[in-house]
């Protein structure tokens, strides 16, 4: 289970899951004795990470990516986000970095159509 919180959670006011439900912070409370914590800053949706030149989305990068998008990035697409690959919306061997503001996810489906049919590519 995924739990985002933003400055609003800080003040007491609202939990939600990666799902999009909202959940009050006294319901989380409940089961973080058994939680493991994870911590991701997001300073702005724009914000590039540079992960040296590596080709994989893998670690903390992937973590963010997933953690952003919450589920396949495709118009009309709900596949969530641990069943999705990391894309690069400029394909590596055209010079795209990986790096979060380069990364978005796709479900296998829609990853695989991308690679056969560019010209198909309605991802946002």
């Known amino acids: 289970m995924s739990i985002l919180v933003g400055y609003e959670t800080f003040a007491g006011r ?3 899951l990666a799902d999009g439900t ?10 973080l004795d058994r939680a493991v914590i994870e911590r991701a800053v997001f300073e702005s949706a724009a914000r ?3 992960i040296s030149h590596q080709r994989l989305f893998t670690g ?3 973590r963010a ?4 998008d919450r589920t396949c990035t495709h118009a009309f697409c709900s596949v969530e986000a641990d069943r999705c690959d990391v894309d690069h919306r400029v ?30 590519d309605d991802v946002p």
């Open 91 to 120: 394909p590596a061997r055209e010079g795209g970095p990986t790096t979060q503001a380069n990364g978005r996810l796709l479900c296998p489906f829609h990853n695989h159509l991308r690679q056969k049919r560019p010209d198909l």
């Open 22 to 31: 909202v959940v009050a912070p006294g319901d989380v409370a409940a089961v």
């Open 14 to 16: 609202i939990c939600e």
């Open 60 to 62: 903390a990068l992937r």
């Open 48 to 50: 590039v990470t540079e």
């Open 65 to 68: 990516i997933e953690l952003r």
